[in-house]
């Protein structure tokens, strides 16, 4: 069974069986061949030698249908845990010939058949069910054809070398637990600026005229000035330790699940592990380095 990221069909790797059909086919040319010997008749051989010829000519074209076809490991991206991996596979012929009913799957049974032009090119995903975090190595794939007859089925046997990362599955965190789980007004500080009103103060020596509130002035309750402040968020920071009770792996899924929000409500957010800090930032590569973070915790060498 070959092993690499590109593939190619040869001889040594490809095997070839009658089907049923060529079986029952087999046992009724022997019938025949018994009924033309007993009964000396000319017809009956011709029909005999000429449907054993069509099922050795078979043997030839379903054997070189399947030889020739590279296929190689496509772009294909991580999921989380859980979810379907879709790995893409480019085909080519090394041949420069059609090859048709050419069917890769995980099993014999499950199957995806395609037709493959020379001139053109085919990338074909076949979906792989995945369990847990970390990298995933890709099972081996069957490649299979009965074309033209049905008689008889070629099919090898190969696998990608390369493995696929796949991250935690992720679960929203318990209410109860130790993280914080403020509001935006709730996570920010004041600083003193000049965007929203915040209040009045006495007036003091230096202040700028424009900023007396010459309404308690005319009302003759003294004179005040206007205190502006600006809010300034506080860093979002995800903590292994808001989470400390919990499973490895519980909170692997919970980090995983708020960093995925955080991300998509376009907020920055920083990551703290045992073993690692990834600032704060913002942006899909933060969120792909966060999540390489938590895919691959506890499996450092």
Same mark, same amino acid.
């Given at each position: 069974m070959p092993v690499s990221d590109s593939v190619a069909l040869e001889q040594r790797s490809t095997y070839i069986l009658p089907t049923k059909a060529g079986l029952f086919l087999s046992g009724v040319l022997l019938l025949m061949m018994i009924g033309a010997t007993n009964y000396q008749n000319n017809l009956a051989f011709m029909l005999t030698f000429l449907t054993a010829s069509i099922g050795i000519v078979s043997i030839i074209f379903t054997f070189k249908n399947l030889q020739g076809l590279r296929f190689q490991k496509g772009q294909t991206d991580s999921v989380c845990a859980g979810e379907k991996l879709h790995l893409k596979i480019n085909v080519e012929s090394q041949v420069k010939q059609t090859h048709l009913a050419i069917g890769i799957g995980l099993s014999k049974e499950d199957l995806y058949y395609f037709d493959f032009s020379p001139n053109s090119s085919n990338q074909i995903e076949i979906a792989i069910p995945t369990r847990k975090r970390g990298w995933l190595e890709l099972p081996r794939l069957n490649a299979t054809t009965q074309f033209p007859f049905?008689? +008889? !089925?070629?099919?090898?046997?190969?696998k990608f070398s390369s493995p696929v990362l796949i991250y935690p599955q992720p679960i929203c965190p318990p209410s109860e637990s130790g993280a914080s789980q403020?509001?935006?007004?709730e996570n920010a500080e004041l600083d003193r600026g000049q965007e929203e009103l915040y209040g009045l103060k006495n007036y003091q020596q230096g202040d700028p005229i424009s900023r007396i509130d010459w309404?308690?002035?005319?009302?003759?309750?003294g004179i005040f000035t206007k205190d502006f402040v600006d809010y300034q968020s506080k860093d979002t920071i995800f903590s292994w330790n808001d989470y400390s009770g919990y499973p490895q792996e519980?909170?692997?899924?919970?980090?995983?699940?708020?960093?995925?929000?955080a991300s998509q409500d376009h907020k920055?957010?920083?990551?703290?592990?045992?073993?690692?800090?990834?600032?704060?930032?913002?942006?899909?590569?933060? +969120? !792909?380095?966060?999540?390489i973070a938590l895919?691959?915790?506890g499996t450092e060498t």
């Open positions: 049905g008689l +008889l !089925r070629a099919w090898a046997w190969f403020t509001s935006d007004e309404k308690a002035v005319a009302r003759e309750k519980s909170i692997l899924s919970y980090l995983c699940y708020l960093v995925i929000e920055e957010f920083a990551l703290e592990l045992p073993s690692q800090t990834i600032t704060n930032n913002s942006g899909d590569a933060h +969120l !792909r380095k966060c999540l895919a691959t915790f």
